[in-house]
């Protein structure tokens, strides 16, 4: 299927590695001209490299940039959102992503990890999609996709946290959806069930080494509830996201996409 999104600028948030890379590196070989940013300044680089070679790869000629940000800060997305515009254009595509809020039950969550979660999962979408909309408007086109989370569709144990304020993120997506639907720009929702990013499998490995059981045990528990009987590919996710954006999903807006192997039982 041809995306029709060749030459349009993609802003991804936190994609110096993880989900947002691969969604950089999916929209490049798209011929997106692409922007990435991350807190994390060490891997800018090479993730900037990567995304230039998946654009190679498929034949693009596109332009890539890389930005160090830190998404809780206002200041920080409001000049993000200045550079891209200088170096790349008006955006057209924005996706946002951060690390993820603190885990934990009710009785860990301190009134700093809530803020703390607030302004890293909420606002920062927030800020982004405010920095850009008015861009969006102008072109009479826009995609926005917001990286949630299952957690959307069924709170996950022990995230009290991010199951709060994803959906803060799904209320604001919907309701802005309907708000800007008439200036032809969607706005989206992809939620993944458990994916193997490097973080992911960080995460396992030290949750497994805590129960005392081994990396695979602990895999196996993980992917017992999941009817596909694996974990998701961050490219899996990305190409979820790839659609989202592109023309031909032009009538689809204010959904919450689901990429979670079948896990979440809810209809
Ligand atoms: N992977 C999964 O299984 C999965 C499933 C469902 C939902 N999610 C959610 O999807 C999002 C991305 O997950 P991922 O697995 O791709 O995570 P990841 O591999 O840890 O990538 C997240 C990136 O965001 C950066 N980051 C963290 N805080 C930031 C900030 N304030 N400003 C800018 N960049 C920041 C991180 O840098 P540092 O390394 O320096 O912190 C890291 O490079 C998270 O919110 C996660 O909870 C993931």
Known sequence: MDLGIRGRVALIGASG????????TRLAMEGCH????????????GALAQVKAAATSTGETIKAFAYPVDLTSAQDIDRLAADVRRDLGPVG???????????????????EKWV?????TF?????????????????????????TSRSLREPIPNLIISNSVRLAVGGMAKTLAGEVAKYGI????????????DRAIELAKARAAKKGISYDEEMAATVKGIPLGRLAKPEEQAAAVAFLCSEPAGYVTGISLLVDGGAVQAL
Request: glycine content about 10%; overall charge neutral.
């Open 116 to 120: 703390f979660a607030y302004s890293l």
């Open 186 to 197: 969607t706005v989206n929702n992809v939620c993944p069930g458990p994916t193997t990013t």
């Open 17 to 24: 590695r993880g989900l947002g890379l691969a969604t950089a």
């Open 93 to 111: 595509i924005l996706v946002t992503n951060s690390g993820g809020p603190p885990p934990g039950g009710f009785e860990e969550a301190t009134d």
């Open 34 to 45: 692409i922007a990435i940013c991350d807190k994390d300044t060490a891997v800018l680089e």
């Open 123 to 147: 606002l920062s979408a927030v800020r982004l999609i405010r920095a850009v909309l008015p861009d969006m408007k102008a072109q009479k086109w826009g995609r926005i996709i917001n990286f």
